[in-house]
């Protein structure tokens, strides 16, 4: 059964362009009945890669054509002026293997092409009698240099943000108002808070430097509208770094090359950059772990650095080397995998289509503290870079580390879910560490801290359960600040009232974020033995646990939004065809945002900033009243609901709209990703 849809059939499954045959153009079709363009699926076989690049069918190698040892010719096949046998041939037929063979037809058109558009080699036809593809030679590349040392100096001054730079916020909040004295609780939750402040000038002008490496999949696959997308979108990038910033341009097919050593995009930089990306062209096969090897040593044998640095990592295929993530990993530099905050070389990962690897593009980078995006869509391309660098260019913090510490005999720290981020428990209890790394402007990290609380041989009096702190480092000032958080304390009457066991939405909405990663990862899990209906089933009884809670009563935008979520992987868990196209991916996107408690492009972009009525959304909601964004879009929401508590309304009263844009986006994200929107589909330059 083929997995294209009728719009996809009339599309070459590699290139997505149109599969109507125009004059000269050669159609392959194979068993499972997936077309492709000549010219592109020559290009994924002709290396040994026998299955289907959209439903992996493996196809017999005995039977299949353009096989390298099949690329000689003898000078009795060679047409009259010489050259081998054209690739499009002089005929119009089809061929029908038979037996146990793939059903492989072709359909050919004659045309009459430059001479000196092909290359000299020496071909063999194959004992069917298919003509072959002479691939266009490429301009000779440049030798790489022996080391990446060459990078262009940093400018003499850095820029600075503030003379008097605000600080990382800590906010806390409790699951209830009171525990009675007469109470122990187990697990009580209580949330802390972490917020980076705003950049000081919202154009980016003055922001932290960054060294950033795009490391780009120019495979065949890529040929046509998918890498001219990509073209415009480095573009893109490359007009929004400022003149301190610097750029290095990766690409990898069967091979890797530094298109672009590391220079700061000034203007003569830019201008050097764009010709860089005009140039590339797409070739051969997918060889993820030579771009990544590349990528990774421009930034580690750098001479000078900036304070910020990370690769952005695309790729819309397989790797034609390593068949398992874990077989991929290791063969990448222990730096990217290190947990060690002062080397973390953040890698995000963009899978794009439906071809592409998501669980090795996911395991780069959760392996590397980065994101992994899915882009489902080509028009999403630019968009999903602009949400990334929107938060690259606004990084406020570093070496963030969040400490809790028991603050009373017999209160002890029982756990701290933390996702992706590094958490401790020490001291028997008494001291919990969570090591965050960096902090884009704006953006908030949440944590429930989760303690043991014993019964309080005092009745109306406070119990002291939480000291709090944050260490990290000003990207303005490069000195490190402590920062203390007030002392968490909680009542301890004979008799709570019911005000007093009222449930924090800003708790319970935490605790339903955890409770939905937790469940797409059991889903997903599940899913990837082949038991999608106890995925399935997983999915739909968290969905409804989900709409029990107080949050989702209280209509809370955040919780509003995980049910989505959860309703759209249970759709893409359906059938394990739409699972292996596009369910993989949007789940992982889902896991990586959740874990790191940063937004990614989720495949569909209905509930992102992404979104194309984002902008029209965005009026409606300032005309309402409501200042946009604020930290993720919810942050104005959660005191609004939080303060309507505190007057003494119940937490179903106070119902919230759906945040705008997705729970972690930040405002520089949402203004670059609105002004990658405003530029659509005209930027050429």
């Given at each position: 059964?083929?997995?294209?849809?009728?719009?996809?059939?009339?599309?070459?499954?590699?290139?997505?362009?149109?599969?109507?045959?125009?004059?000269?153009?050669?159609?392959?079709?194979?068993q499972c009945?997936?077309?492709?363009?000549?010219?592109?699926?020559?290009?994924?076989?002709?290396?040994?890669?026998?299955?289907?690049?959209?439903?992996?069918?493996?196809?017999?190698?005995?039977?299949?054509?353009f096989?390298?040892?099949?690329?000689?010719?003898?000078?009795?096949?060679?047409?009259?002026?010489?050259?081998?046998?054209?690739?499009?041939?002089?005929?119009?037929?089809?061929?029908?293997?038979?037996?146990?063979?793939?059903?492989i037809?072709?359909?050919?058109?004659?045309?009459?092409?430059?001479?000196?558009?092909?290359?000299?080699?020496?071909?063999?036809?194959?004992?069917?009698?298919?003509?072959?593809?002479?691939?266009?030679?490429q301009?000779?590349?440049?030798p790489?240099?022996?080391s990446f040392?060459?990078?262009?100096?940093?400018?003499?001054t850095?820029?600075?943000?503030?003379?008097?730079?605000?600080?990382?916020?800590?906010?806390?909040?409790?699951?209830?108002l009171?525990?009675?004295?007469?109470?122990?609780?187990?697990?009580?939750?209580?949330?802390?808070?972490?917020c980076?402040?705003?950049?000081?000038?919202?154009?980016?002008?003055?922001?932290?430097?960054?060294?950033?490496?795009?490391?780009?999949?120019?495979?065949?696959?890529?040929?046509?509208?998918?890498?001219?997308?990509?073209?415009?979108?480095?573009?893109f990038?490359?007009?929004?770094?400022?003149?301190?910033?610097?750029?290095?341009?990766?690409?990898?097919?069967t091979t890797?090359?530094?298109?672009?050593p590391?220079?700061?995009?000034?203007?003569?930089?830019?201008?050097?950059?764009?010709?860089?990306?005009?140039?590339?062209?797409?070739?051969?096969?997918?060889?993820?772990?030579?771009?990544?090897?590349?990528?990774?040593?421009?930034?580690?044998?750098?001479?000078?650095?900036?304070?910020?640095?990370?690769?952005?990592?695309?790729?819309?295929?397989?790797?034609?080397?390593?068949?398992?993530p874990?077989?991929?990993?290791?063969?990448?530099?222990?730096?990217?995998?290190?947990?060690?905050?002062?080397?973390e070389?953040?890698?995000?990962?963009?899978?794009?289509?439906?071809?592409?690897?998501p669980?090795?593009?996911?395991?780069?980078?959760?392996?590397?503290?980065?994101?992994?995006?899915?882009?489902?869509?080509?028009?999403?391309?630019?968009?999903?870079?602009?949400?990334?660098i929107?938060?690259?260019?606004?990084?406020?913090?570093?070496?963030?580390?969040?400490t809790v510490?028991?603050?009373s005999?017999?209160?002890?720290?029982?756990?701290?879910?933390?996702?992706?981020?590094?958490?401790?428990?020490?001291?028997?209890?008494?001291?919990?560490?969570?090591?965050?790394?960096s902090?884009?402007?704006?953006?908030?990290?949440?944590f429930?801290?989760?303690?043991?609380?014993?019964?309080?041989?005092?009745?109306d009096?406070?119990?002291?359960?939480?000291?709090?702190?944050c260490?990290?480092?000003?990207?303005?000032?490069?000195?490190?600040i402590?920062?203390?958080g007030?002392?968490?304390?909680?009542?301890?009457?004979?008799?709570?009232?019911?005000?007093?066991?009222?449930?924090?939405?800003?708790?319970?909405?935490q605790?339903?974020?955890?409770?939905?990663?937790?469940?797409?990862?059991?889903?997903?899990?599940?899913?990837?033995?082949?038991?999608?209906?106890?995925?399935?089933?997983?999915?739909?009884?968290?969905?409804e646990?989900?709409?029990t809670?107080?949050?989702?009563?209280?209509?809370?935008?955040?919780?509003?939004?995980?049910?989505?979520?959860?309703?759209?992987?249970?759709?893409?868990?359906?059938?394990?065809?739409?699972?292996?196209?596009?369910?993989?991916?949007?789940?992982l996107?889902?896991?990586?945002?959740?874990?790191?408690?940063?937004?990614?492009?989720?495949?569909?972009?209905?509930?992102?900033?992404?979104?194309a009525?984002f902008?029209?959304?965005?009026?409606?909601?300032?005309?309402?009243?409501?200042n946009?964004?604020?930290?993720?879009?919810?942050?104005?929401q959660?005191?609004?609901?939080?303060q309507?508590?505190?007057?003494g309304?119940?937490p179903?009263?106070?119902?919230?709209?759906?945040?705008?844009?997705?729970?972690?986006?930040t405002?520089?994200?949402?203004?670059?990703?609105?002004?990658?929107?405003?530029?659509?589909?005209?930027?050429?330059?």
């Amino acid at each position: 059964m083929s997995s294209q849809t009728a719009s996809d059939q009339n599309n070459c499954g590699i290139c997505l362009s149109s599969m109507a045959t125009p004059k000269g153009q050669a159609i392959f079709t194979a068993q499972c009945s997936h077309s492709f363009h000549y010219p592109c699926i020559v290009q994924n076989v002709r290396h040994g890669n026998l299955s289907c690049p959209i439903c992996r069918a493996i196809w017999d190698k005995h039977n299949v054509p353009f096989q390298p040892n099949n690329w000689t010719t003898s000078p009795s096949q060679q047409n009259k002026s010489g050259d081998p046998p054209h690739p499009w041939g002089i005929f119009r037929q089809q061929h029908n293997l038979g037996g146990n063979s793939p059903n492989i037809s072709f359909s050919f058109q004659r045309q009459q092409l430059p001479h000196q558009t092909y290359h000299q080699y020496s071909y063999q036809q194959p004992s069917w009698n298919y003509p072959s593809f002479p691939f266009v030679q490429q301009p000779q590349a440049p030798p790489e240099p022996t080391s990446f040392s060459d990078d262009e100096p940093l400018l003499c001054t850095s820029p600075i943000q503030s003379n008097d730079p605000q600080a990382i916020t800590i906010k806390t909040q409790t699951e209830s108002l009171a525990i009675s004295a007469a109470e122990s609780h187990p697990r009580y939750p209580v949330l802390v808070s972490i917020c980076a402040p705003s950049l000081q000038d919202t154009d980016g002008h003055g922001s932290t430097p960054v060294d950033l490496v795009t490391v780009l999949d120019v495979s065949g696959s890529m040929c046509g509208l998918k890498l001219d997308l990509v073209k415009r979108a480095v573009k893109f990038i490359i007009q929004n770094l400022g003149p301190s910033d610097r750029l290095s341009i990766v690409t990898f097919s069967t091979t890797a090359r530094r298109v672009f050593p590391l220079r700061r995009m000034s203007v003569e930089g830019r201008e050097s950059a764009v010709r860089a990306v005009n140039s590339l062209r797409p070739d051969n096969m997918t060889n993820i772990v030579a771009g990544l090897e590349i990528g990774i040593r421009v930034l580690e044998e750098r001479r000078e650095r900036n304070p910020v640095a990370s690769i952005m990592l695309l790729s819309d295929g397989v790797d034609s080397y390593c068949h398992s993530p874990s077989q991929l990993l290791g063969q990448l530099p222990a730096s990217i995998r290190s947990n060690c905050m002062q080397h973390e070389i953040p890698v995000h990962t963009f899978g794009f289509g439906s071809d592409h690897d998501p669980n090795t593009m996911h395991a780069i980078s959760n392996a590397s503290g980065g994101t992994f995006s899915f882009i489902e869509s080509v028009g999403m391309i630019q968009d999903s870079f602009a949400l990334c660098i929107g938060g690259l260019l606004s990084v406020v913090a570093q070496e963030v580390r969040l400490t809790v510490r028991s603050a009373s005999r017999g209160v002890k720290i029982v756990a701290i879910p933390s996702g992706r981020y590094v958490s401790n428990i020490s001291d028997e209890g008494l001291q919990g560490v969570v090591d965050v790394g960096s902090l884009y402007a704006e953006e908030e990290k949440q944590f429930l801290v989760y303690l043991l609380v014993p019964q309080s041989s005092a009745s109306d009096t406070k119990t002291s359960l939480l000291d709090v702190s944050c260490l990290y480092r000003d990207l303005a000032s490069n000195e490190l600040i402590q920062v203390q958080g007030e002392l968490v304390e909680i009542p301890r009457p004979v008799v709570c009232s019911p005000a007093d066991q009222v449930v924090s939405l800003e708790v319970d909405r935490q605790r339903n974020r955890i409770l939905v990663s937790e469940t797409i990862a059991e889903a997903q899990g599940l899913a990837e033995i082949g038991n999608l209906e106890a995925a399935r089933a997983i999915l739909a009884q968290r969905r409804e646990t989900l709409l029990t809670t107080p949050a989702a009563r209280a209509g809370d935008g955040l919780s509003n939004l995980l049910e989505t979520e959860l309703q759209e992987i249970m759709d893409r868990m359906a059938t394990m065809d739409l699972y292996t196209h596009t369910g993989r991916a949007y789940a992982l996107s889902g896991m990586s945002s959740h874990s790191l408690q940063r937004a990614t492009t989720r495949g569909d972009t209905t509930t992102s900033c992404l979104s194309a009525s984002f902008g029209a959304a965005q009026a409606s909601y300032s005309a309402g009243g409501i200042n946009y964004p604020q930290r993720g879009g919810i942050f104005q929401q959660q005191q609004q609901q939080q303060q309507s508590l505190s007057a003494g309304a119940t937490p179903f009263a106070s119902p919230a709209s759906l945040p705008l844009g997705g729970a972690y986006e930040t405002s520089s994200m949402v203004r670059m990703v609105q002004k990658s929107k405003d530029l659509g589909t005209s930027y050429t330059k």
